[in-house]
Nanobody
Framework: QVQLRESGGGLVQAGGSLRLSCATS????????VAWFRQAPGKEQEFVAV????????FYADFVKGRFTISRDNAKNTVHLQMNGLEPEDTAVYSC????????????????WGQGTQVTVSS
């Protein structure tokens, strides 16, 4: 059984930074890509970023605009999302996901999910 757990969310002012972490228990991430998605109130869940097992390949949503950086430490079974220049529009529940079946940017293709962590950006 794989369990993912996010941490690092919170309340921050516009322009501020947060670092989210996604840790796994039960087993390691293995060779899985790991992604971050987010869902704002009243909106559909959307892709944020994904990183390959080696960390050599990353993809970001266009709205990231160079503000976010995804990274991973396989020795610690942890994936991070460094978020800088946060805007009120970034307010959402951020969830990590692992082991995609095919499309790394498609939420429905992922087999394992965390519970999510709330990020709130005040103006």
């Amino acid at each position: 059984q794989v369990q993912l757990r996010e941490s690092g969310g919170g309340l921050v002012q516009a322009g501020g930074s947060l670092r989210l972490s996604c840790a796994t228990s039960g087993r390691s991430f293995g060779n899985w890509p790991v992604a971050w998605f987010r869902q704002a109130p009243g909106k559909e869940q959307e892709f944020v970023a994904v990183i390959s097992w080696s960390g050599g390949t990353t993809f970001y949503a266009d709205f990231v605009k160079g503000r976010f950086t995804i990274s991973r430490d396989n020795a610690k079974n942890t994936v991070h999302l460094q978020m800088n220049g946060l805007e009120p529009e970034d307010t959402a529940v951020y969830s990590c996901a692992a082991d995609p079946e095919g499309n790394w940017k498609l939420a429905s293709d992922y087999n394992y999910w965390g519970q999510g962590t709330q990020v709130t950006v005040s103006s």
